[in-house]
């Protein structure tokens, strides 16, 4: 186990519930993927702690955002930023968004204003996200059609932000994700 690992131990994200598994499972695989499709360690570190203060659709917070310095302490300051963005973020709004700069994320968390965020910090999230949606459809079962429609049609529209391993890995996994007929 190395210092990572036995952090998130520490912060119970061993204990946490993340849709059938444990989160630690969870940012484990995320990372696992974002390393096999060739990112940097700020990018690989950032998904190991994606969503340890919780997010718009994960509520569980492992640790509080009154803890940033010692998780920036931990991952370094340009990892833990992607870890915070990505966890106060409304990552929908990251797909209405035009493909040129300024980008920015919006969200509660920052009292509903735009935050302007670097093409490099944009691309990272959406890396991130990807690995985060694929990780969690490779154990998902039953997921409504339309999810994973909104998924493939989100990493279509943001593709030239997305490395080319990811694009394989998201395409392939939610091209055959096991789905559910729904009425709607």
Not at 37 to 62: D, R, V
Not at 63 to 80: A, D, M
Not at 148 to 154: E, T, V
Request: charge should be negative; hydrophobic fraction near 35%; charged fraction near 25%.
């Amino acid at each position: 186990m190395n210092i990572y690992e036995n952090f998130l131990i520490e912060i119970r994200a061993d204990k946490i519930n993340h849709h059938g598994r444990t989160l630690l499972e969870h940012l484990k695989g995320t990372q696992q993927l974002l390393l096999e499709w060739g990112n940097n360690q700020t990018i690989a570190l950032a998904g190991l702690m994606h969503s340890i203060y919780g997010t718009q659709e994960f509520k569980e917070k492992a640790i509080s955002f009154k803890k940033r310095p010692q998780v920036t302490s931990l991952l370094g300051k340009k990892s833990e930023e992607l870890v915070y963005l990505f966890g106060v973020a409304d990552r929908r709004e990251f797909y209405k968004q035009n493909n040129e700069e300024p980008f920015h994320v919006c969200s509660s968390e920052l009292n509903n204003e735009q935050v302007i965020i670097s093409k490099e910090q944009y691309t990272s999230l959406i890396e991130i996200e990807v690995a985060n949606i694929v990780e969690q459809a490779l154990h998902q079962k039953n997921v409504p059609i339309h999810v994973r429609d909104f998924w493939l049609n989100s990493f279509n529209s943001k593709c030239s932000f997305i490395s080319s391993k990811g694009t394989a890995s998201y395409i392939e996994v939610l091209s055959s994700y096991d789905t559910k007929y729904e009425n709607i």
